[in-house]
């Protein structure tokens, strides 16, 4: 009865998915130990995702025209480096540095969870990652995803009410036969204030410390195969 009426899932990736944050530092690790840098990887990681909604705010306020979450990750990169001790980190180590947002690894439950749902349901990421992004993280985590939907299909970012509702029109569905799913309750006020229905997926684990709550989610869920359980998939 909780997915009475729905027929496509959409899903927040950086947080809900996948685990940024170990990742980032792992990556920045990987790159930076060598060339003699030594620092807090995860303070790092932190400070480089606190830029991630101001960024965002310059085209979602129409200041400036939709640009690609990889290049805002770029420029956000080179403005925190100088806090850490960085400010000539050679073009070639900011490229690679920036893709460390495309080997990402998901959560233990995210793969085997949507496998049970997709075969109940189309699935897509709804995500302010750029394509290619989304791309590189389904191919490492093995997601099969029916469409890559989100911000660079809307070109605009969330929790603008156009994106959710683009994602909705790419499957030729009403919002109310859509479920945005996420750990973080402002993207789903975001998503119900336009009709979609709405789960809330526990990462606790995300940022440990600074936990977001369900907002008006009418799911919610330990993990992703929690949210198939109680899908019926």
């Known amino acids: 009865m909780l997915a009475s009426g729905v027929k496509a899932l ?3 990736v950086f947080g809900t998915l996948v685990d940024w944050r170990s990742g980032v530092a792992r990556e920045a690790e990987l790159l930076l130990r060598g060339r003699g840098v030594s620092l807090d990887w995860p303070a790092l ?12 705010e310059e085209i979602r306020s129409g200041r400036v025209p939709y640009t690609k979450l990889d290049l805002l990750h770029r420029q956000t990169l080179q403005r925190i ?4 001790g960085m400010e000539n980190l050679p073009d070639a180590d900011l ?12 959560w233990p439950d995210v793969q085997p969870g949507l ?5 109940r349901f189309l699935i897509a990421p709804v995500s302010n990652g750029n394509t290619a992004i989304m791309c590189d993280l389904a191919r490492r985590n093995n997601f099969h995803w029916d469409a890559i939907l989100g911000a660079d299909h809307a070109r605009d970012f969330k929790p603008k009410p156009a994106v959710y509702l683009a994602a909705a029109d790419a499957f030729d569905l009403r919002p109310e036969q859509c479920m945005m799913c996420a750990a973080h309750g402002s993207d789903l006020e975001a998503a119900a204030a336009v009709g979609l229905r709405t789960a809330f997926i526990a990462r606790p684990e995300e940022r440990p410390g600074s936990g977001d709550g369900p907002g008006p989610a009418e799911v919610h869920c330990r993990s992703v195969v929690d949210l198939a359980t109680q899908l019926g998939a």
Not at 81 to 84: E, I, N, Y
Not at 115 to 119: K, Y
């Open 81 to 84: 480096l100088p806090r850490f």
């Open 95 to 106: 490229d690679r540095l920036t893709l460390a947002w495309h080997r990402l690894d998901a």
């Open 10 to 12: 959409f899903f927040d």
């Open 45 to 56: 990681a932190d400070a480089w995702r606190a830029q991630y909604q101001p960024s965002m």
């Open 115 to 119: 496998a049970r749902l997709r075969q």
